[in-house]
């Protein structure tokens, strides 16, 4: 009798274990004494709404934060604010009203030790978007879009990695409407957005074919490796997680600098939600998914 009971408390509890909440905090940065979104801001969310992170009808709560700088009123009010702003993008982007279950700010992170930090605390200056995803909540997730594939390899699996410009051959020209290649030689220092010099033969190749081609119009899209349970990676120039995004943003803004219109161009950063090997073991597997993608959209 005892062993039934016994069992019968462990089945109760593994129930009551899968219905449980699981929580996910993603944050968003904010510039010294600005409540506004910055662009990058922005993207962030895009991205978390883009890689299913966050679902309309999942409740969330949205709490804002100030670092130790100015009174504790004033960052009170600068908190809530931030907040405030995110709820209204995050409402403008699709989330419903009705699932905000806390609007929140939270004032200044208290810490034992700022005399170093005398601009104040980057990290501090933030709002927390906590997602509670319940098991049905996850059951019920959108289909991903036709696109957005994640190739899971097995032993005698071809590996699938789009064209390179470094093929033998290679012709931007060649590659149909829809498909992507890959800018082989672009090299970005770790955790930075400015390529290396040397990735100027490829952008100017790039470029010349845009030139060439009036009618041409891309997509520049952003892949990093070697992260989990986040977006995208952080990006030591922005101080933010949005590597990818600001890559390919930045190989926009040399293309639109040069007289490409605007127009033709779209930039898009995916983190790690599109890698060609999912589970990288070695640094060439880490290369392969650390790497931007050109798709043509017309031409």
Known sequence: MKLLLSISLLILSCLHASGQKKNDTFSVYFDLDIAALSTSAQLTIDSLFYVQKILPGVPVSIIGYADYLATDEYNMGLSLQRATNVRNYLVRSGLKKNSIKLLQGKGEVKRRDTSTATRGIPRDRRVDIVMEYTRSSAESRPEPRPYDTTITMRPGDKLLIPPSSSDPGFDIAQIPKGKTFILKNIYFPMGRHFPRESSLEDLNMLLQAMKE??????????????????????DLDSRQMDLSINRARFIFEY?????ISAGRLKYIGYGKSRPIIPDEQTQEEAAINRRVEIRILDK
């Open 255 to 259: 293309l639109k600098a040069r007289g």
């Open 213 to 234: 081609n009036p009618y041409m119009a891309i997509q520049i899209e952003g892949h990093v490796c070697c992260i989990s349970g986040v977006p995208d990676a952080y």
